[in-house]
């Protein structure tokens, strides 16, 4: 009977060699998928634990997943995109943060805690195909790479994405937004949507509770707006921690100096992972988040993971006349008088969004040239 493999062994045979990274002297390199541009000497390991260096060079994950899931899009939560249809999401193991109330734990703390092993984390196997089929067969219009950092897997996504292109999909990140400006060229031509988890506003929470620093976050949300992704951030809003009302200004009135149209979703915390003993956000401190995103300017804010108890702060109004356009009940849209051309049908505003899924053909070249230059530049990292 041969030995049962340990996680890490598992995921170690589920690997292909890496674009995002730059070959340095005496075997080590320099890893770009995510902020912490990890310098990873030979046969170690960077932050995430998933990606690691083999002779030099730069190991990522690759044909397996950790959790698969169909979902309405707006569970991501995607407020202007598609409303009504079904995202499929998929997500691999490793983060590139260890957030103490991380809802994901399981899949995102592999290899970082023993815990998740224990809890059940496996790899999955499955192709790029086989992940754009099951989208396909689940009637899902958009796919999605969630419940662990899908930056330090992006190699792995642009190859599922590219596919789910051919076919018609509509591609999205759910991210911590610990981003480098290499990574966002990387998977730019290839990822239509971008939700950025904005954690708090205070760099000493962001270090000692999450493993990150608040800087990076920051240009990653002013970089996805200048770069043309359809972005829509979302701050759990947790007792004690980041609920003061100087945080949420802080963070309203960066996203309003940012564009402010980005849509802001206050959503509601529950106890879970390492952070147990902190009680569940109650929905008057979310109405009073949605309430300071108004007062700095947001046109679009909503309440989030308590349907029903936040009034009307889970619908989309015109900016211009107030009319309601969308209607939801936590993830459920009841009414959409939004058309595919995203106008509002009372005074013909234009809502910010992805009300349809995007003809390829007229960028097809503007992807390619996009692809061949962020690929060339890589190549030249990695050659210097």
């Known amino acids: 009977m041969s030995p049962t ?3 890490e062994q598992l995921l170690t045979k589920r690997t292909v060699e890496g674009v995002l990274f730059e070959k340095l002297p005496d075997h080590r390199v320099k890893c770009y998928a995510c902020a912490h541009r990890c310098l990873i000497p030979e046969g170690k390991k960077g932050i995430c634990k998933v990606r690691y260096n083999e002779g030099g060079l730069l190991q990522v994950p690759r044909d397996y997943a950790g959790a698969l899931q169909v979902d309405p899009i707006e569970k991501k939560p995607f407020f202007h995109a598609l409303p009504g249809t079904r995202a499929f999401s998929f997500g691999m193991l490793g983060c590139d943060y260890h957030c103490r109330y991380c809802q994901n734990w399981i899949t995102s703390q592999a290899l970082n805690d023993p815990a998740s092993e224990e809890a059940g984390a496996r790899p999955q196997d499955v192709t790029a195909s086989e ?8 009637k899902c219009q958009t796919i999605t790479s969630t419940y662990n950092e899908p930056l330090i897997t992006s190699e792995w996504a642009v190859e599922i994405f590219k596919e789910a292109r051919q076919k018609g999909l509509l591609t999205s990140y759910v991210s911590n937004g610990n981003a480098t400006k290499e990574v966002l060229e990387f998977i730019r031509p290839w990822v239509d949507l971008y939700k950025v ?5 205070n760099d000493k929470h962001y270090r000692q509770t999450m493993g990150g620093t608040l800087k990076p976050v920051l240009e990653t949300v002013e970089r996805l707006k200048t770069m043309g992704f359809w972005l829509e951030i979302v701050t759990l809003v947790i007792p004690g921690f980041n609920d003061s009302e100087e945080e949420l200004r802080g963070i309203a009135k960066f996203i309003a100096s940012v564009d402010r149209d980005i849509p802001w979703h206050v959503t509601a915390f529950h106890s879970d992972y390492k952070m147990m003993d902190t009680p569940d956000t109650e929905s008057e401190q979310l109405n009073r988040g949605f309430q300071i ?3 700095a300017g947001l046109r ?3 309440s989030g993971n308590r349907p029903g108890e936040v009034g009307t702060t ?3 109004y015109c900016p211009s006349c107030n009319e309601l356009l969308i209607e939801r009940y936590g993830f459920q849209v009841m009414r959409n ?4 051309n995203g106008k509002c049908p009372k005074c013909s505003t234009t809502i910010p969004g992805v009300w349809k899924i995007p ?3 007229t960028n097809r070249v503007t992807i390619v040239e996009k692809t061949l230059k962020a690929e060339e530049a890589l190549s030249q990292l990695q050659k210097s």
Request: hydrophobic share 40%; no cysteine; glycine share 10%.
């Open 5 to 7: 493999l340990t996680l």
């Open 131 to 138: 992940l754009v089929k099951m989208a396909l067969q689940n």
């Open 197 to 201: 988890d904005l954690k708090g506003f």
């Open 293 to 295: 995103g108004k007062e």
């Open 300 to 302: 679009y804010v909503y």
């Open 314 to 316: 889970e619908n989309t």
């Open 337 to 340: 008088v939004l058309g595919s």
């Open 359 to 361: 003809s390829r053909e």
